[in-house]
């Protein structure tokens, strides 16, 4: 018992210590000791760990004035160490990637035009895509330790179950444990506004940060809350699914039959609807709905004002919500994730609403997410396997 103890106390301190160093591009062992509250002899011992696992190295030394004695030398990830499989899994983005412990992606393969009607011929599909993507690129298998998986759908993390997604028609369809038989790998499934949001507190606008909303508007809304630096959950795992949210006087019909749903009124597949007419230039004849919103989405001249008018209009009813997100959470950032959110005149539709609802206020902390959902699927498995208590370092040190 006493040893097990010992044990698990080691994994949470070396967990400590790489997580304060993957937070920064490079830290300094006292800087480390500071942030951790361990002492300066067991950050040397960790530090010794993770060199040694090729997890860490040395980097640049710090130079102050008037020392003496040893360097303090920097520590930065190595991005030899760990390597994680990443797979995002949408409406319009299906993907396989391979990224080292940095998060950098060094190979991907995106998988054009799969029908997405029967969910195991989907799972197939994607393992074969990432066999053969392991297989041809020159990394250390050995060193290959788990698979983030980024889904449009409310899912049970615990058991790898995607309950519900909407946006894929599917439900009931346990992807953890199919992923798991085919690939060998321990897998994480997360919905992808928590996977977009942990990518941003490990690497983004949320960096630092400990209360955080992020709204994601791709053709379907999503959005999950970090309050004091914890993932909201609540019992289904939908804390901040505001999709059905209802926008005050508005009586847009939605697919759930209310009226006025955020899903009916703000999202990306209510502006697709609302410009079915309205002929992109460049864009491809008979676009799928994932194709069709890229194209309204990354459209930026003045010269169809009705596609400036549907974003901008998507916006102000968002507005509503990131108002009350505003009065009811107290965040220190709200950040609008997805294609729909990326388009100008959407974000200045929201600020047009905050703008009318708060008078006098001028600077809300309103961004727009740039991480992709590829991007979201790694760091949720380098947090779910690489800067976490559970990882095997005796198998590196090995490898």
Known sequence: MIGGSATELRRRNRDLVLRAIASESSVSRSL??????LTGAAISRITRELIDARLVKEGDSIETKGQVGRR??????????????????T????????????GD???????EELAQEDPDLVI???????????????????????????????????????????PLGWSNVPLGDAFLQALGLPVRIERRPVALLTAEMWRGAARGL?????????????GCVVADGRMLEG?????????????????TPCACGRRGCLDATASGISIVEALQSVTIPGAGPGEDRGSRLRSLARYRSTDLPEVQDAFRQAGRNMGHAVDGMFALLDPELVLLAGETSRHPAFLEGVRDTLGALRPGEDDWPVRVSEIRSDQSAVWIGLDA?????TLNIEQLMAA
């Open 124 to 166: 197939a599909e994607i393992c074969k895509a990432a066999k053969a993507l392991i297989a041809s690129t020159p990394f250390d298998h050995t060193r290959l330790v788990g698979c983030g998986v980024s889904v449009a759908g409310v899912t049970d993390p615990e058991t790898g179950m995607l309950i519900v997604s909407e």
């Open 235 to 251: 019992p289904s795992n939908t804390v901040g699914q505001i999709a059905h949210l209802s926008v005050g006087g508005n009586t």
């Open 72 to 89: 303090n030398i920097c520590l930065e990830l190595d991005d030899r160490g760990a390597f994680i499989l990443a797979i995002a899994l």
């Open 385 to 389: 396997f690489v800067f976490s208590h």
């Open 91 to 102: 409406a319009n983005v299906k993907s396989v990637a391979i990224a080292n412990s940095r």
């Open 210 to 222: 400990n209360n955080v909303v992020l709204i994601n508007n791709g053709l379907w809304l999503g």
């Open 105 to 111: 992606i060094i190979a991907e393969r995106v998988l």
């Open 32 to 37: 480390i000791a500071r942030q951790t509250g």
